[in-house]
């Protein structure tokens, strides 16, 4: 079996329900149901990860905002040790926007409470931007500052991290390796414009014209690159997800677990299996064969059935009862979601207690017809 893993979230509590969408994309649900199996389901079933991807750039962006402010916030504390008595009215700013700005990784933050903080933040970075006094960077010295300059010259930024990889979240923002400059911020907004909503662009999504329009403006003609500039786009993309795409990751991945190139295999097995098994009935009957022998036509039988249950509830009863998934094709993952678990168990005694009840019915009729020899 596949050792492929994601990152272990901490659960408030055990959830006696299906997942929400918000909870699989703030990484808060474990396999069959979490964020690398729905991206597996976006991109093979959907044919719509371009969404997901603008979705999480944006979450990105985001954290590399709040990443920012954090790193100016500390660096104007070390500076002026005597702010919060007296200090200037924008270094005050910054403490009074932001206070402790909360690990936006972490499933504890409640969505009321992180949308309020977006907004502090944009807000922030609105009144900040063009202001280059405070910079997060001061206090690593010149040379440092010269040498991130250069980088940042040469266009020579760092990818955003996939969210397959299992990356560790916390920066050590007291290395000078790891700081975020507002240009950072500007080139995270301008590749999201560029990559996902502009007209031919590599991987534009559709939004409404509108929504596109003030983006556009917002970035281009503004200046503006806070993240509550793509607030409308983000929460189109995540109710056309909710709406179109969701529905159908669970039905696929909570009620059952095989993928559409298994559900074919299993058909085409369980018709030639069933075709078999029906020719070779008639067969022992017309030849007047013993019963004893024709008990032999519970083998093909049984493969017929089973695979044809299989695809019909896609749904695989024996990989289910051992705890696995599939989310590419026989690839095979861990169940480790407690309710979805369950859920899969019931649904595989149902398949096999109806694979067995048309099993022996059809047994039963061809073994104890009374054959005729033609």
């Known amino acids: 079996m596949s050792n492929m893993t994601t990152p272990s979230p901490h659960l408030d509590m055990v959830r006696n329900r299906l997942p929400t969408l918000f909870e699989v994309l703030n990484r808060q649900t474990l396999p069959p149901v979490d964020l690398f ?8 079933q959907q044919r719509s990860v371009d969404y997901l991807d603008f979705w999480l750039d944006v979450s990105q962006h985001m954290s590399l905002c709040r990443h920012y402010v954090r790193e100016l ?9 005597e702010l919060e008595k007296a200090g200037s009215k924008r270094s005050s700013a910054v403490l009074d926007y932001m206070g402790d700005v909360n690990d936006p990784s972490g499933p504890s933050m409640q969505y009321g409470d992180e949308k309020a903080q977006d907004q502090r933040l944009s ?3 609105r009144s900040d931007n063009g202001t280059p006094s405070h910079s997060p960077h001061s206090s690593f010295g010149s040379e440092d500052q010269q040498r991130r300059n250069n980088n940042s010259g040469s266009g020579d930024r ?5 969210f397959m990889s299992t990356p ?27 990559t996902f909503l502009l007209p031919g662009s590599e991987r534009e999504i559709i939004l409404p014209q509108g929504i596109l329009n003030d983006i556009t403006a917002s970035i281009e003609e503004e200046g503006r690159d806070d993240p509550e500039v793509f607030d409308s786009a983000k929460d189109y993309t995540f109710q056309a997800m909710e709406r179109d795409a969701f529905p159908g990751f669970l039905r696929s991945k909570a009620l059952g677990n095989l993928v559409p190139p298994s559900l074919m295999l299993r058909l085409i097995l369980g018709l030639v299996s069933m075709f078999g098994a029906f020719w070779t009935a008639f067969i022992l009957i017309f030849l007047n064969y013993p019963r004893h022998t024709r008990c032999w036509i519970i083998l093909p039988f049984t493969i017929g059935v089973y695979a044809l249950a299989a695809h019909q509830y896609a749904l695989d009863p024996i990989l289910a009862l051992a705890g696995y998934s599939e989310y590419t094709f026989l690839t095979f993952s861990r169940v480790r979601e407690p309710y979805i678990r369950t859920l899969l168990n019931k649904r595989a005694l149902m398949v096999l207690s109806v694979t067995i009840l048309i099993t022996l ?7 104890f017809v009374p054959g005729k020899r033609l």
């Open 361 to 367: 019915a059809l047994v039963v009729l061809f073994v």
């Open 168 to 194: 560790d979240h916390r920066t050590d923002s007291e290395s000078p390796a790891h700081t975020v400059a507002r240009a950072d911020i500007r080139a995270s907004a301008e590749k999201i414009l560029y």
């Open 37 to 44: 199996s729905f991206y597996i389901y976006m991109r093979d």
């Open 123 to 125: 807000a922030f970075l």
């Open 73 to 81: 916030r500390r660096s104007v504390l070390v500076e002026t040790p």
């Open 158 to 162: 760092p990818n955003r991290p996939s």
